[in-house]
Structures are given as C-alpha cells and as structure tokens.
C-alpha cells in the first residue's frame, strides 16, 4: 500500500506530463489497482517512478485490455515518469531493472507498453528500443491519439 503522501508526489511529477496528466481521484484509483511500483529517490526527491498492473489484476484501461485480449502472462507498465531535471541520466532504464527483477521473482514472461505517437515521444520510443522491446502493432486510443504496442521478454539472455 502506498501512503497517501507518496501518492500525491507521483500525482503532481505526473500533471507535468500533457499525455498522462489525471484527474487526482483517477490517479489515486490507478495507483491502488497497480501490482508493480517503483520509484527512485535522491536526498528524499523524487526523480521519478514507474506504475505497473500484471495480467489478471483488472483494470479499466484500454492499453491493458488490448495486451489482456492477446496475452495470459505480463506486467503492463501504464507509466514511467521521470522529472525533468532526470531525463536521460539512468533512471528509466534502472526502473525497468527493478520491473525485470520483479517479473522474474513472480513469473511473469513478458513486459509491455504503449508508447505515443500521436503526439510523438521520440525519447521514450528509443529508450524502450534501446532496452530490448519490440514494436508489436500501431493502434488508435478512443482519444483519437495513436500509440505503438510494444512488448520485451523477461527471459534472462544467455550467451
């Protein structure tokens, strides 16, 4: 369980972002129904966090739904948010670490997510290429926004 006052930090780190940006309640509702949190910290300040839901949870997101109507076994990340002052300096890529680490512990063979493309985010399409993922299909939200489906195995590589 998340304490409320952490909860409110992922809210307002979350508001910067004009694709993500929730209703408080909304943000709230989400935050209760992820399986998977993970958040990275310096003196206290929030650089940024990641929200995850597995198959099987539940959850009234249509991301979520397309990946449940094609897979059994997944964490769907719904969001990684980083402050601005942290972009590109590791801390995506070290919470998807912690994702990795926690699909492993639990089982879970894939990770995925949707990433925009209308309106574009070129930097979060790279970084998840540059992490292993692959693009599974385009799709249109009822927001009318497009997004790319991707997905990454959690299987650990062997040479």
């Not at 408080?24 to 206290?44: I, T, W």
């Not at 650089?47 to 979520?64: E, P």
Request: net charge negative; hydrophobic share 45%.
């Amino acid at each position: 369980m998340i304490r409320s006052t952490v909860a409110e930090q992922y809210w307002k780190m979350n508001q910067q972002s004009e694709v993500l940006a929730l209703p408080k309640l909304d943000f709230a509702e989400l935050v209760q129904g992820c399986d998977f949190v993970a958040e990275r910290r310096e003196n206290d300040s929030l650089q940024g966090f990641m929200l995850g839901i597995s198959a099987g949870k539940g959850a009234d997101n249509f991301g979520y739904q397309w990946f449940l109507a094609r897979f059994d076994d997944f964490l769907f990340v719904d969001r990684v948010v980083v402050d601005q002052d942290f972009h590109r300096t590791g801390v995506a890529t070290s919470l998807y670490d912690d994702a990795l680490h926690w699909c492993r512990q639990h089982g879970i063979a894939r990770i995925v997510c949707q990433i925009h493309d209308r309106p574009p985010n070129p930097a979060a399409r790279a970084l998840h290429l540059a992490l292993g993922f692959q693009e599974i299909e385009s799709v249109m939200l009822p927001s009318r926004n497009i997004v790319t489906m991707f997905q990454r195995s959690t299987a650990i590589a062997t040479p």
